[in-house]
């Protein structure tokens, strides 16, 4: 008990307002949407007691973790990883599979998903060799060596499959590796080759869902074609290879000299990118393939992978300014809104609470991660502060990502907007991240 006062007396002392008020405002905002998206349900207080079950669970977790002195965390990066990498591999062989998914523990009270706490370890793993290796950051080596801690995890996420899990690992590598002061173009090479590696399934996938196009051109029939018949594939690369050289030559006749380790590294990545899309595309399911795609023109499959940001702009469009009160809201209580507790709740509130509340909630979490990016910058030291860059980028890309797509404006991948969604696991990581934030920034003077 004395170490229970002693801990709470600690966060009082050092408390940030500002990051504390925000917390409470999102959770609140959170809970009121999921309760008014489940009113409508035959017991519409299953789903508010489990998230308050999981909100209990994580802020005991929370106050653990921000008793806990952060910086041990760095001495045992490596079981942390070894751990981390025990709890994919297990769900993979003990695992339920859920929507094509084999990513869960069905416990007797409650179902757990190990990824959501895996990407928090993998930030303290992260961190902890960036910081080992802060000096040697700008080497290849080193560089890739962090790619591939991040890789590890990667693979054994797809296995599951679940691609929109894995969607936050490498903006979080890439934007510590960018802190820590890596190359610019290490990191052009890795952005390169992840967007070929997406973007080739997802444009082919585009035009598949409007075939007139391709019926009008016989190019465009070629390219896209091309991922399925290797003689249009070789001929591509073929041109690409060609083009490439035929560059070469043309600044060597300019008198521009470039080492031609540069046109065979870009090379290698195209041609990686190329061949890593098959395995994407594979990975993908066809639903996912075409809600990534269709946001562009949610109208060429209107009752399909479209209807759900059709449905989410109209309810958020229908609320104006002013709302029409929570457990009112017709798109929300007649069930024309999918997913409405958990990728669409952001959607409930523009219905619900209007222009206001919306532009309200977007103003908290801009100040949440606003106070999590100053704890980085006020860490007492360099570990400390790399764990929280981490964890408050993984906070704005899933906020960037959720909240665009709700609006129409990015493809719908089935990221949760955190601490707002419903689900249990989404909170308790959630939780333990704050925890650990808080551990950071109560302990920058000591």
Request: net charge positive.
């Amino acid at each position: 008990m004395a170490y229970i006062r002693l801990i709470f007396s600690k966060i009082i002392k050092n408390i940030d307002i500002t990051f504390f008020i925000s917390l409470l405002y999102l959770l609140f905002i959170g809970f009121v949407a999921i309760y008014s998206a489940s009113s409508n349900l035959d017991n519409p207080t299953k789903h508010i007691t489990t998230q308050f079950i999981a909100l209990s669970i994580g802020a005991a977790g929370m106050l653990f973790l921000a008793g806990f002195n952060y910086q041990y965390y760095k001495h045992f990066g490596k079981i942390i990883y070894i751990l981390s990498c025990l709890l994919l591999i297990s769900v993979l062989l003990f695992g339920t599979q859920h929507k094509g998914t084999k990513g869960w523990f069905d416990l007797p009270y409650f179902s757990f998903q190990p990824v959501e706490v895996t990407k928090i370890m993998l930030i303290i793993v992260l961190a902890a060799f960036i910081d080992k290796h802060w000096n040697e950051i700008s080497k290849l080596s080193i560089f890739v060596k962090t790619l591939c801690i991040t890789l590890g995890h990667f693979i054994l996420i797809m296995l599951q499959p679940d691609f929109s899990s894995t969607l936050s690992y490498f903006p979080v590598t890439l934007v510590l590796l960018y802190v820590a002061g890596a190359r610019l173009t290490h990191i052009f090479a890795v952005v390169l080759y992840g967007s070929l590696a997406v973007l080739i399934p997802l444009l082919v996938t585009f035009f598949k869902l409007q075939p007139k196009l391709l019926e009008s051109s016989k190019v465009l029939t070629f390219f896209v074609t091309a991922p399925s018949n290797w003689h249009n594939a070789a001929i591509i690369l073929g041109s690409i290879i060609l083009i490439i050289f035929l560059i070469k030559w043309f600044l060597s006749k300019l008198r521009i000299s470039i080492s031609w380790a540069y046109p065979i590294i870009f090379l290698a990545i195209v041609l990686a990118g190329s061949f890593s899309s098959i395995v994407v595309n594979k990975s993908l399911k066809e639903y996912q393939r075409k809600r990534l795609i269709v946001f562009l023109k949610p109208e060429i499959d209107s009752r399909g992978a479209g209807y759900n940001i059709i449905q989410s702009k109209i309810t958020i469009g229908s609320g104006k300014f002013s709302g029409k009160k929570f457990f009112k809201g017709t798109q929300t209580q007649l069930g024309f809104l999918p997913e409405q507790r958990t990728d669409f709740v952001f959607s409930v509130i523009g219905e619900e609470g209007g222009y206001f509340l919306a532009q309200l909630t977007i103003l908290f979490y801009f100040l949440f991660i606003w106070r999590a990016l100053v704890v980085a910058k006020q860490a007492r030291d360099r570990f400390g502060s790399l764990v929280a860059m981490g964890i408050a980028t993984m906070f704005a890309f899933y906020a960037i990502i959720n909240l665009g797509m709700v609006m129409g404006l990015m493809p719908v991948t089935g990221l949760p907007l955190l601490l707002l969604s419903y689900g249990g696991s989404s909170m308790l990581s959630s939780m333990f991240a704050i925890g650990i934030l808080i551990s950071i920034h109560i302990r920058r003077f000591y």
